[in-house]
């Protein structure tokens, strides 16, 4: 079982710019929920997905956009970037409510 | 609304001291709390989960308890080793079961050898 995995490991983007991110869950959870961490802060809710639907979110303006597929991965979309995205992005999976396992984020830095 | 606070924000102790870290949370209606690892960025790693109504859980060198009554939950790492060194948070899931976790901020675990 490979885990949670996310694509791409590193980023780096121009303000203004659009962004993707990727998150494969771990075999067998049907949800995946996406957070931002800044440097020296715990990482913060941005939105959950089961189903295919968008079912919480966080305080996060609308550049924030996502989708999960049939076969549950997820992307995480971000536009118009301003430097302060620039943040680790951590994805994580679950089955049911039960515990969260995280991937190894996607690191991005918007200059 | 919940918030989670974890203190010290950072700690340094010699190889082979036992330790503990603290966890406190405002709201006491808990479904679970979950303990993760984070090596300078990196991921998390799940440490332990402890449901609401179970008072400790254990793995290898680590003891969480979960007091909800004090909004309060510690982890026990026995016997300190440099590999421990890493970022330790903790979370509770928001509103309901298996939807948001509210983080607190970490405390950045430093083992000397």
């Known amino acids: 079982d490979a885990g949670v995995t996310q694509s791409p490991t590193h980023l780096i983007k121009t303000r203004g710019q659009q962004v993707t991110l990727r998150c494969s869950p771990k075999?067998?959870?049907?949800?995946v929920s996406w957070y931002q961490q800044a440097l020296g802060q715990g990482p913060q809710f941005i939105f959950q997905?089961?189903?295919?639907?968008?079912?919480q979110r966080g305080n996060f303006p609308d550049r924030f956009s996502g989708h999960q597929f049939p076969n549950y991965s997820s992307e995480l979309n971000v536009n118009a970037l301003l430097l302060g995205d620039s943040a680790l992005y951590l994805c994580?999976?679950?089955?049911?409510?039960?515990?969260?396992?995280f991937g190894q984020g996607t690191r991005l830095t918007v200059v | 609304k919940q918030e989670v606070t974890q203190i010290p924000a950072a700690l340094s102790v010699p190889e082979g001291e036992n330790l503990v870290l603290n966890c406190s949370f405002t709201?006491?209606?808990?479904?679970?709390l979950q303990w993760f690892r984070q090596d300078p960025g990196k991921g998390l790693t799940s440490l332990l989960l402890?449901?609401?109504?179970?008072r400790e859980q254990t793995s290898g060198r680590l003891n969480a308890s979960l007091d909800k009554s004090s909004g309060r939950s510690t982890l026990y790492i026995a016997a300190s080793q440099p590999g421990d060194s890493a970022t330790y948070l903790c979370?509770?899931?928001?509103?309901?079961?298996?939807?948001?976790?509210?983080f607190g901020q970490g405390t950045e675990l430093s083992v000397k050898p």
């Open positions: 979370a509770v899931p928001y509103y309901n079961q298996g939807g948001k976790l509210i």
């Open positions: 709201d006491s209606a808990i479904y679970n």
């Open positions: 075999s067998g959870h049907d949800t």
């Open positions: 994580a999976s679950s089955f049911s409510g039960a515990e969260a396992f």
């Open positions: 402890i449901q609401s109504s179970q």
């Open positions: 997905y089961y189903e295919e639907e968008e079912r």
